[in-house]
């Protein structure tokens, strides 16, 4: 079977469940009506029920707007050569579809043949009765073309049935493997496996072809049927012009049959539709998913946002925190993404990845659960392109997907500090910026509030409902150098009260005074308190 013509590239649809019942019930009676003429008449019928098509001699003039030849081309059949035109491009469902169509008819014809050729041998037997030895023989090939044409026939049924349920590749592979008795391979365009069907575990894995694998799969792709390579027997899954995968048994022994060669070829038809279907259905989650992330990056409604991220089965009720990831310039934001999104699989990880061109063309900016380890994730990436050479910023926790732009912008902020740093690579936690949070040219009033409450909220709250003066004692301790007898006369309280009070604010604010950092984000704390206030006495 040769198709010449190319799918309309615009539209990407892939068929319904209601579309393979149309053409499976349609093309029924081709296998059981064993003649060629009505096979084709079939098909005719069919194509009305598929989409604008109609079938005209290949000899014909050829300015349709839309045509594909069809060449049925076997050894067990004649030659049989058809133009299908269309007034209109069909759609890439309508065209998947078609190639269904065509793949029953090839094989009702070739099931056609081989029956004429089984009657054909049963009227031989009969005429040469007197012949024992070759009557015996006749009949025992009949009955093994026969049981051939039944075994076909239970096999294409079992994987039709699969095809209309819309079965996993899982299931599929595990049916092929039940029919064959081999342990049977799925890989998906890049040689990864992903299913493995078997007895037991899977072995130590090498893709199909190994450094040969282009050569290997051109060339099963020219020969368009089962091709054995070493120990495995393959057979390409491609619907139309892009490889999806490879579906293979393993035969080391080489005991496979001619049928179970049939079920390899069967099985990658129906394995076709569902890769096909599976990778639409991925490219729209990943389209919606960045829209969702764009929109939440930018600021959007809360109740829009949690009915959107449900559709697409992501929580955003759980509280939220953005993260930022930046490589060299020689890294493409793509593998940084891939490299976040197999971090995010292999930890069974919610995130939203979009790629961010408003804080450089290289960021990737990945919305995810505060509860993700950022370190980890970005060791992860570290494991692919290497250390030293990339820079993650982690924003704010969120508490409501009104608060993912500020996180955001936090996430970023922390990233461009991190990179004026002198130690510019690494990860870099938006909440542990302190001090930095507010010698950022980017700081605001707002930042400052919200360091001085960091910093002095607890000692804040309590003087505010005790009437009592820890902030001030803080503040004069600090301008005194954390001398004792120097800030006691300051405050003109006794040391023993002073002591008492420094006890009381290493309860209240839980730091340790003796950190010199710790110190210094007090201090400035406390100073910007004055500022804030008004009052910029020391």
């Not at 041998?121 to 093994?144: G, I, K, M, N, P």
């Not at 069967?266 to 969702?292: G, K, N, Q, Y």
């Not at 692919?384 to 409501?400: K, W």
């Amino acid at each position: 079977m040769d198709l010449e013509a190319s799918p309309d590239p615009r539209v990407v649809d892939t068929p319904r469940a209601s579309d393979l019942c149309t053409v499976l019930a349609l093309t029924a009676d081709m296998h059981d009506s064993g003649d060629r003429d009505t096979i084709l008449g079939v098909m005719r019928e069919a194509l009305g029920h598929l989409g604008p098509f109609t079938v005209e001699p290949v000899a014909g003039d050829a300015d349709g707007f839309w045509r594909q030849r069809i060449l049925f081309d076997d050894p067990t059949i004649d030659t049989i050569a058809l133009m299908i035109r269309a007034a209109r491009p069909p759609t890439q469902r309508q065209v998947t579809l078609l190639e269904l169509l065509i793949q029953h008819t090839m094989s009702a014809l070739r099931s056609a043949s081989r029956t004429l050729r089984a009657e054909a041998q049963a009227r031989s037997v009969r005429e040469a009765s007197d012949e024992v030895a070759t009557v015996t023989e006749q009949l025992a090939a009949v009955s093994e073309q026969l049981e051939r044409l039944q075994s076909e026939a239970r096999i294409r049924e079992t994987l039709d049935r699969l095809s209309l349920a819309g079965a996993s590749e899982a299931v599929i592979a595990d049916t092929l493997h039940q029919l064959t008795g081999l342990p049977v391979g799925v890989e998906d365009q890049f040689g990864n496996l992903r299913v493995w069907a078997g007895p037991g575990k899977m072995p130590r894995y090498r893709r199909i072809g190994g450094r040969n694998r282009v050569d290997v799969v051109r060339r099963a792709t020219m020969e368009g049927k089962p091709l054995r390579d070493d120990n495995r027997i393959l057979q390409i899954v491609r619907p139309r012009q892009a490889l999806l995968g490879i579906v293979y048994l393993c035969d080391p022994e080489h005991e496979a049959t001619d049928l179970d060669s049939f079920a390899l070829e069967h099985a990658a038809t129906v394995l076709a539709i569902e890769m096909a279907h599976e990778r639409s259905l991925a490219e729209t989650e990943a389209r919606l998913s960045r829209d969702l992330g764009d929109d939440l990056l930018s600021g959007t409604d809360d109740d829009s946002a949690y009915s959107r991220a449900e559709a697409l089965g992501y929580d955003l009720h759980e509280p939220q925190r953005v993260l930022v990831v930046e490589w060299d310039s020689e890294t493409n934001a793509d593998t940084v993404s891939d490299a976040l999104h197999r971090y995010f699989a292999s930890t069974d990880s919610a995130a939203l990845l979009m790629h961010r061109s408003d804080h450089g063309s290289g960021v990737v900016a990945a919305i995810t659960q505060s509860k993700t380890d950022a370190v980890e994730a970005f060791r992860t990436v570290e494991k692919t392109f290497g250390p030293a050479s990339g820079v993650m910023g982690v924003g704010s926790e969120c508490s409501s997907p009104s608060e993912i732009p500020q996180s955001y912008s936090n996430a970023v902020r922390a990233l461009e500090i991190r990179k004026q740093s002198l130690s510019p690579w690494g990860v870099a936690h938006f909440d542990e910026l302190g001090v930095y949070r507010i010698l950022d040219a980017h700081a605001t009033t707002r930042d400052v509030e919200n360091f001085v409450q960091e910093w002095l909220g607890p000692l804040l709250d309590y003087d505010r409902n005790h009437h009592s003066t820890m902030t001030a004692t803080l503040a004069q301790y600090l301008d005194c150098g954390g001398k004792y007898d120097e800030t006691a006369r300051a405050l003109r309280i006794h040391r023993s009260t002073l002591r008492y009070r420094m006890s009381r604010i290493h309860e209240l604010t839980d730091r340790d005074l003796r950190s010199v950092d710790t110190r210094l984000n007090l201090h400035l704390a406390t100073r910007a308190l004055q500022v804030l206030a008004g009052d910029t006495r020391p």
